[in-house]
């Protein structure tokens, strides 16, 4: 059960955590070169990791196995941070600004899990969309 259940409790860890980071990045700073130091702290820690967590120690064996994947996922992380970054210096609520694009992306993601992966699109999926949209009705209503 632990197996299953420590990943989800990093995740909300670290989003936490990050929410926090990302809108307290100061507001006179480019938040481009914040993203310099983010990821040469990442690039630091997660050399550690791989070392420390028990990897064979190989990591040119490592990268050999690579395809596209990690390059576009570099390019997709700077647009979140990025993306972050600026809706926290253009006035968005940390409450706020989350929960709105926590919705629109389970939407999103529905989609792409029926249309790219052939994942079931249910009734109650659905049914949960729409609550989703309301809700965000209603916590928009002044």
Do not use: R
Request: net charge neutral.
């Amino acid at each position: 059960m632990f197996y299953y259940i420590w990943p989800i409790a990093l995740l909300v860890v670290s989003n936490t955590m990050y929410q926090i980071c990302a809108k307290s990045v100061p507001e006179d700073m480019n938040p481009l070169a914040s993203l310099i130091i983010t990821y040469l702290v990442g690039a630091a820690a997660s050399t550690v990791l791989y070392f420390v967590l028990g990897s064979d120690g190989n990591l040119a064996k490592e990268f050999g196995k690579v395809n596209w994947a990690p390059f576009v996922l570099g390019l997709v992380i700077v647009g979140l941070e990025v993306g972050w970054i600026y809706a926290y210096k253009a006035g968005w609520q940390i409450s706020m600004g989350f929960i709105v694009q926590s919705s629109f992306l389970a939407i999103t993601l529905l989609l792409v899990g029926y249309f790219l992966y052939h994942e079931a699109l249910t009734w109650n999926k659905l049914v949960g969309v729409a609550i989703c949209l309301i809700g965000l009705m209603i916590i928009n209503y002044k």
